[in-house]
């Protein structure tokens, strides 16, 4: 098995922190941009040498500090400090953009009584709540969930998001904000629970069970 040099390009699926590889979809690809500053590649389908870092903020602030994405990236780039924020906010986009698409195909819907029936008829593949929700609705949707485990004998509750104010989803989502919502099963209701995992996952937490 060839040993890697200290010179030989990093492997772009190897966090530049941990040095740990991992799945693509639990790390983050930046590049560097036309302006000589890092630009992180969500998608990553940016052209040129990439590198990338763990999804998460601290691990992203954590390289920002430490300035090793030009170390990464073999050029002279500036990674700003605001760097962790800016992608915290490309990853919200994504998910709410994504919870746009899925709503117009029937697998994103709002609405207590929606979201309550969805779980009890075991069609929910998560559910979200604003962060600013009155805690009855969240308690009785939790309910229902912990009701729909039992009954169905699952080892694990259906997951639950709280990522956003209704306020914050009112200025990205405008009249599709919601306090309750429920994604169904379909590709572009998994899509959400994908990028809503990976926003949890970068901000340090994971859906919740209670």
Known sequence: ??????????????CIV???????????RFVAGPDGTVVPDLKRALPGRGCSVTASRAIVDKAVQKQLFARALKSDVKALPELGEQVDRLLVSQMTGMMNMARKAGQFVSGNSKVDGAVRSGAALAVFHATDAAPDGV??????????????????????????????????????AFIH??????????????????????????????
Request: charged content about 30%; cysteine-free.
């Open 18 to 28: 941990t040095r740990e590889s991992g799945p693509a979809e639990m790390l983050i």
């Open 139 to 176: 308690r009785k949707i939790s309910q229902a969930r912990k009701a729909w485990m039992l009954t169905m004998d699952e080892l694990e509750e259906i997951p639950a998001f709280q990522l956003l104010s209704f306020d914050e989803m009112q200025e990205l989502m405008g009249d599709n």
């Open 181 to 210: 919502a429920v994604a169904l099963a379909g590709q572009a209701g998994q899509g959400v629970v994908k990028r809503a995992k990976l926003l949890e996952t970068y901000r340090g937490g994971s859906a919740w069970s209670m």
């Open 1 to 14: 098995m060839k040993v890697k040099e200290k010179d030989e390009p990093m492997n772009d699926r190897m």
